[in-house]
Antibody
């Protein structure tokens, strides 16, 4: 069974940092690109970052460029999102979405940026 | 960036009746390989998104056949032939042709009358 499980969310002060993780199983992780998508409370879905299967291609949404860093460890079947200089508007549920066509989603992890 | 516009944003439906959601893109979603990368996602209450349809009309495994996708170019439609209680939630279209960024529609909330 294909499964992706996010972790690492929590409450952080503005300007702070947080690292999200996504553990994948049930598919050949190293063969698939991965994405992070977020959803602010009561709002729609926003794609924020993409990484190709061997990390050769990385993209970010303008809203997080320069502050967030996506990475992966294929040996550990894991995806990461390092989030720095966090702002109140980064408050959201963060989803790991597997595959170039977003076929597999985790349950999400909530990040709250507040003082 | 490609803008995805859904309508309606709210869709009250009667159980057993059909429902239809429109999604329009600000430019054609036909890719250079001839495919059209338009997906539909369902997000039930308190749940994470789930892909229902990929490349306009291909249902994902386990998706009931009452869901169907159609369209071409810039105009796309998700249809539910007979709405069931479990279909309540928010539906999103998403384009994967002109990236980055991948862009979603605003979402359409389906509820039972």
């Amino acid at each position: 069974e294909v499964q992706v499980v996010e972790s690492g969310g929590g409450l952080v002060q503005p300007g702070g940092s947080l690292r999200l993780s996504c553990a994948a199983s049930g598919f050949t992780f190293s063969s698939h690109s991965m994405n992070w998508v977020r959803q602010a409370p009561g709002k729609g879905l926003e794609w924020i970052s993409y990484i190709s299967s061997y990390s050769s291609t990385i993209h970010y949404a303008d809203s997080v460029k320069g502050r967030f860093t996506i990475s992966r460890d294929n040996a550990k079947n894991s995806l990461y999102l390092q989030m720095n200089s966090l702002r109140a508007e980064d408050t959201a549920v963060y989803y790991c979405a597997g595959g170039w066509s977003f076929e597999s989603w985790g349950q999400g992890t909530l990040v709250t940026v507040s003082s | 960036d490609v803008v995805m516009t859904q309508s309606p944003l709210s869709l009250p439906v009667t159980l057993g009746q059909p429902a239809s959601i429109s999604c329009r893109s600000s430019q054609s979603l036909v890719y250079s390989d001839g495919n059209t990368y338009l997906n539909w996602f369902q997000q039930g209450p308190g749940q994470s998104p789930r892909r229902l349809i990929y490349k306009v009309s291909n249902r994902d495994s386990g998706v009931p056949d009452r869901f169907s996708g159609s369209g071409s170019g810039t105009n796309f439609t998700l249809k539910i032939s007979r709405v069931e209680a479990e279909d309540v939630g928010v539906y999103y279209c998403m384009q994967g042709t002109h990236w980055p960024p991948w862009t979603f529609g605003q979402g359409t909330k389906v509820e039972i009358k």
